[in-house]
């Protein structure tokens, strides 16, 4: 108690004391309450301001005191808090460490395609060989090269024979009769449509067929460009002329089968023969076929 006594009397309370005794003796005044301090410190000097070594004392201890009531409320705040708030001051409190993102690795640029010389030769042979190839026909186009369709489209031979391989009959008739068996052979009878050709109907070749036509004189495409090209002309201008008769016999005239048969009529007529033989020829040899 002592030591706290001892405390306690500070320059402050030093100095509220001397007052409190200047107030005491202050006798012309009817109460304490009624003098005010200011003119009882004009009339009266007041003492001397404590030293400055008894200031810096007091400061350190009021420094001191407040220090200790600081710690001592930290104290109890931290204990009234609750875990979970304690716990982002403590991740606030560390260093913050900025993760920079990761760049994503560059895909590899595929390396750029060089065509070599080789192979534009290449494309430019098998494009060739190609355009040899494909020919285009009447009714359809083809993608092999042949004697048939290298004529039909490339001469006028070559489309004299197509024309009338569509219409010979109108102009010849094979197979010839004269040339036929008088009788059917053994076990066979004869194919109805079809003059020459017999079927087996007994015997151990049940189902075979029998073509005793001349294969020589066939209307077919080789027996046909083997011709010259005015013989084709001829028997196409006939075939025509026959056809068109049968036509008219059936449906009448101006139809319009009518008048394509007209029109090719008209185009037979013009064909100059001696050079559709030597263009078939030429066309030929350039195809590297023969008959």
Known sequence: MSSSSSEDESP???????RSKIEVSSSSSDSDEEVP?????????????????????????ESDEEDDDD??????????????????AVKKAKPSE???????????????KTKSPKKKKDVKTTKAKKKKDTIVTVG?????????AELYAKSEKGKLVQALLC??????TWPDPSALPSTFPKNTDSLDGFPGVYIYTKGESVGKVLDLRDKSTCPC???????????LQSLLLIAIQKQKEELILHDGTGTTIEKDLNALAKWASKVNTTKADKDA???????NLTL
Do not use: H
């Open 167 to 172: 219409r010979w009959w109108y102009a010849m």
């Open 221 to 231: 495409f080789q027996n046909f460009a083997k011709k010259t090209a005015s013989e």
């Open 37 to 61: 301090l200011s003119k009882i410190a004009s009339q009266r000097k007041l003492p001397e301001s404590p030293s400055s070594d008894e200031e810096e004392e007091f400061e350190e201890d």
């Open 12 to 18: 402050i309370a030093q100095k509220a004391s001397r």
């Open 140 to 148: 359809g186009s083809s993608n092999y090269s042949c004697a048939s």
């Open 281 to 287: 020829l030429i066309v030929l040899k350039a195809a």
């Open 71 to 88: 710690d001592d409320d930290d104290s109890e705040d931290s204990e009234d808090l609750p875990l979970s708030s304690l716990s982002p």
């Open 98 to 112: 900025k993760k920079t993102p990761k760049k994503p690795a560059a895909k590899p640029k595929p390396a750029a």
